[in-house]
């Protein structure tokens, strides 16, 4: 492991000691810091605007520090709004609709009618895009592909704005969500004839996650006690965001929803499921600092770069 991923987590261990949770918030808020820094000074009040009809803004605001500046301000705002989508997965007035919560039940499923809408939309989040042995299950729909085009044509429309503003937070989630390998793909085995959803029926033990789904989820860094405040992600996320790369001009872009599903579903074939997993449902060992280890945190960097540079170039030339 290079000397500067260590500093990197240090200074993320000191911030946040205990981690329990996902990608959502330090990926997520990675992503939006990443894009944030691109977005055009028109785009960046346009996009402030919108955020204060989110019914959670007031909430945001009040975290924001005294004396931070109006560009830190509105900066970390958009930050915290990465999160919203997975935020209302714990707000007791959403629900979930269908029997299964993860899969699409009828037309509620495909709504996009803003704020009132208090469905979770947990199917929202992935795309399962099936491989592997046997006969391969369809691919469910809505999923996030469907819903970022549904979004991003909304917000290049004239709708009224309340719609955007629910459209835009989905938005600054989902695209993170795709760039994740285990969010485009399911992998289908004797054991698992409808798929492993994701790598989250893949177990493992030792010092990784539960699963291999929450190990690439974790990552960018996992939520803590103090993620409850959402500053302490929020600068967490800056740190991770500081250090990445960035992608190549024509990478960034590519702003074709189906392309970057294929290079999710692509990289989860190569890189993910690769030794030390095998082709069963485990228990497996990710040992710290591995060969796997160091893969997965360099691609991890290099999808949060992209996405982030792609959720930009989405808001700087469709935005309205």
């Known amino acids: 492991m290079g000397r500067w991923r260590i500093l990197v987590l240090g200074i993320l261990v000191?911030?946040?000691p205990v981690a329990s949770e996902a990608w959502g918030p330090i990926g997520h808020m990675a992503v939006d810091y990443v894009a944030y820094l691109r977005l055009t000074p028109v785009v960046k009040a346009r996009v402030a605007a919108l955020l204060k009809l989110n019914p959670d803004y007031a909430a945001w605001e009040k975290q924001v520090p005294a004396g931070?500046?109006?560009?830190?301000?509105?900066?970390?705002?958009?930050?915290?709004?990465?999160?919203?989508?997975?935020?209302i997965k714990g707000e007791s007035n959403y629900s979930d609709d269908?029997?299964?919560?993860?899969?699409?039940?009828?037309?509620?499923?495909?709504?996009?009618?803003?704020?009132?809408?208090l469905f979770r939309h947990r199917y929202w989040h992935f795309v399962d895009v099936p491989f592997g042995h046997g006969t391969l299950p369809p691919i469910p729909t809505p999923n996030v592909e469907t819903q970022i085009a549904a979004f991003r044509k909304v917000l290049a429309s004239g709708e009224p704005d309340e719609l955007k503003s629910y459209d835009l937070?989905?938005?600054?989630?989902?695209?993170?969500?795709?760039?994740?390998?285990?969010?485009a793909t399911t992998r289908?085995?004797?054991?698992?004839?409808?798929?492993?959803?994701?790598?989250?029926?893949?177990?493992?033990?030792?010092?990784?996650?539960?699963?291999?789904?929450?190990?690439?989820?974790?990552?960018?860094?996992?939520?803590?006690s103090y993620c409850a405040k959402k500053i302490p992600c929020v600068q967490r996320a800056e740190v991770f965001g500081k250090h990445v790369s960035?992608?190549?001009?024509?990478?960034?872009?590519?702003?074709?929803?189906?392309?970057?599903?294929?290079?999710?579903?692509?990289?989860?074939?190569?890189?993910?499921?690769?030794?030390?997993?095998?082709?069963?449902?485990?228990?497996?060992?990710?040992?710290?600092?591995?060969?796997?280890?160091?893969?997965?945190?360099?691609?991890?960097?290099?999808?949060?770069?992209?996405?982030?540079?792609?959720?930009?170039?989405?808001?700087?030339?469709?935005?309205?």
């Open 98 to 117: 269908g029997p299964d919560v993860n899969t699409p039940d009828g037309a509620s499923s495909s709504q996009n009618i803003g704020y009132t809408d």
């Open 246 to 320: 960035l992608p190549l001009a024509r990478s960034a872009r590519n702003l074709d929803t189906a392309a970057w599903v294929k290079e999710s579903f692509g990289a989860a074939k190569t890189d993910v499921y690769r030794a030390p997993i095998g082709a069963v449902d485990g228990p497996y060992t990710i040992v710290p600092q591995s060969v796997y280890e160091q893969s997965a945190y360099r691609l991890a960097q290099r999808r949060i770069a992209l996405a982030g540079a792609r959720l930009a170039a989405v808001l700087n030339a469709e935005l309205k």
């Open 188 to 224: 289908v085995s004797e054991a698992d004839p409808k798929g492993d959803a994701g790598g989250n029926f893949v177990k493992l033990v030792g010092d990784a996650d539960s699963n291999l789904h929450a190990y690439w989820d974790d990552l960018p860094g996992s939520e803590c």
């Open 169 to 183: 937070v989905w938005l600054l989630h989902l695209v993170g969500d795709v760039h994740q390998p285990l969010h």
């Open 14 to 16: 000191a911030l946040c």
């Open 68 to 87: 931070a500046s109006a560009e830190e301000h509105d900066r970390w705002i958009f930050m915290m709004a990465a999160t919203w989508a997975d935020d």
